[in-house]
């Protein structure tokens, strides 16, 4: 089944700075959506971004998506040490569209 | 709204033993699933349900079995466990596939 392959794998920056993180997937979608992990947590939805949009915002958070490259990028800008977390995306994927995770990308921000 | 919530926490069982992770979801939700969640491995997709009475294997279901007999509550059971089955284990609900998952706070299980 698909599922997205985050890169990269961790990330290390300084508190105030941005943090790219990327999914890419190998066939057409209906949806793609991010989601964080808090350590020894749940995970939590952070956006949902439709085939036919290219760009959703929430907060801190800036989500794309390009279809023709088939990839997405979760941008948070101005980061703080709440941030630590991982991140991942998920597809629905197959019949009955199920949910299939990537393997997560692990943020750390230093203060 | 208490959300999704799964039980027990914590549990250590010793191999060949069975037990039953609970997951109960209060948001009339008609999809639920079960992940583990292993280091390296992202989360992996072991049963889901698609409505009361409805359900089907995931990527990993060898070893568990699932039931829903009611929309609210969608139970793992473990036959005879296995070390291989240690992992942490995530019981999400949705009101459909292409909208959000609530995840419960998760089992973290040992099999000794």
């Known amino acids: 089944s698909q599922q997205g392959e985050e890169d990269p794998q961790a990330l290390s920056i300084q508190e105030g700075e941005n943090a790219t993180m990327n999914c890419s997937y190998k066939?057409?979608?209906?949806?793609l959506q991010w989601y964080r992990q808090n350590s020894g947590r749940g995970l939590v939805h952070l956006i949902l971004?439709?085939?036919?949009?290219r760009e959703k915002h929430s907060g801190r958070l800036r989500v794309t998506l390009d279809t023709s490259k088939k990839s997405s990028s979760l941008l948070i800008t101005a980061s703080r040490a709440a941030d630590t977390a991982s991140y991942f995306c998920?597809?629905?994927?197959?019949?009955?569209?199920?949910?299939?995770f990537g393997k997560g990308i692990t943020l750390s921000v230093r203060p | 709204n208490a959300g999704v919530t799964q039980t027990p926490k914590f549990q250590v069982l010793k191999t060949g033993q069975s037990m039953t992770l609970q997951c109960a979801q209060d948001?009339?939700?008609?999809?639920m699933s079960w992940y583990r969640q292993d280091p390296g491995m992202g989360l992996r997709l072991i049963h889901y349900?698609?409505?009361?009475?409805?359900?089907d294997q995931g990527e990993v279901p060898n070893g568990y079995n699932v039931s829903r007999s009611t929309t609210e509550d969608f139970p793992l059971r473990l036959l005879s466990a296995a070390p291989s089955q240690t992992s942490v284990y995530f019981c999400?609900?949705?009101?459909?596939?292409?909208?959000?998952?609530?995840f419960g706070q998760g089992t973290r299980l040992t099999v000794v």
């Open positions: 999400a609900s949705s009101y459909g596939w292409n909208t959000e998952a609530f």
């Open positions: 066939t057409s979608i209906n949806n």
């Open positions: 971004i439709r085939s036919n949009e």
């Open positions: 998920a597809i629905p994927t197959g019949a009955n569209s199920k949910l299939t």
């Open positions: 948001m009339n939700h008609e999809y």
């Open positions: 349900s698609v409505g009361a009475g409805i359900t």
